[in-house]
């Protein structure tokens, strides 16, 4: 499994942290169908985001870039069609914990690059046509992330496994104590 596949960390600016790295993404690999990932040559970690961007497919589409975020912040406003916070083990309208930013780095950002590295329509007559867009990606990622959480995954990293019910139960007491 995604022996070939090269890891590249590049240098960080300011405070910015990669909240996953190299084992992380391979685990996540090893639970997918080789089918699936067959393209991807090479994950980058970088700090070349901006507002909004937590990670990107290189033209090619080949590549993985997951880029450096803040050690501390909220992505309630990055969640789309129907994700909430607690589906990672964050509180709406509050700083996330590490635990729920590297879910959403792994199980939604990740997933939804390697979405884009999917052949939509194989016939197209340009890549822009022949790869998964945005919806497609979107869906294949909240298609994984559901099959890969709907069992237990027996690895002592709880960032592999939905949030547990006493991780929400500590989310919901935190939240009342302010």
């Known amino acids: 499994m995604g022996a070939r596949i090269k890891f590249t960390v590049g240098r960080l600016r300011t405070d910015r942290v990669h909240h996953v790295g190299e084992e992380d993404v391979r685990v996540?690999?090893?639970?997918?169908?080789?089918?699936?990932?067959?393209?991807?040559?090479?994950?980058?970690?970088?700090?070349?985001?901006?507002?909004?961007t937590f990670g990107y497919v290189t033209r090619g589409r080949r590549e993985i870039v997951l880029c450096a975020l803040p050690p501390r912040m909220?992505?309630?406003?990055?969640?789309?069609?129907g994700e909430t916070p607690e589906s990672f083990g964050?509180?709406?309208?509050?700083?996330?914990?590490?635990?729920?930013?590297r879910r959403f780095m792994l199980y939604d950002v990740f997933l939804h690059e390697l979405g884009h590295l999917?052949?939509?329509?194989?016939?197209?007559?340009?890549d822009r046509l022949r790869f998964a867009r945005e919806k497609l990606a979107h869906e294949f990622a909240t298609e994984w992330r559901h099959r890969l959480w709907s069992e237990r995954f027996d690895h002592e990293d709880p960032v592999h496994n939905r949030p547990s019910a006493d991780e929400l139960e500590k989310l919901g007491a935190m939240a009342g104590a302010v």
Do not use: C, E, T
């Not at 909220?74 to 069609?81: D, P």
């Not at 964050?90 to 930013?101: D, N, S, V, Y």
């Not at 052949?119 to 007559?125: E, G, H, L, N």
């Open 90 to 101: 964050a509180k709406r309208g509050a700083k996330w914990p590490r635990l729920a930013l």
């Open 28 to 52: 996540v690999l090893s639970r997918l169908p080789d089918a699936l990932y067959q393209r991807l040559r090479a994950v980058h970690f970088n700090d070349r985001g901006r507002a909004r």
């Open 118 to 126: 999917q052949i939509a329509d194989a016939m197209a007559s340009s």
């Open 74 to 81: 909220g992505l309630g406003r990055a969640l789309v069609h």
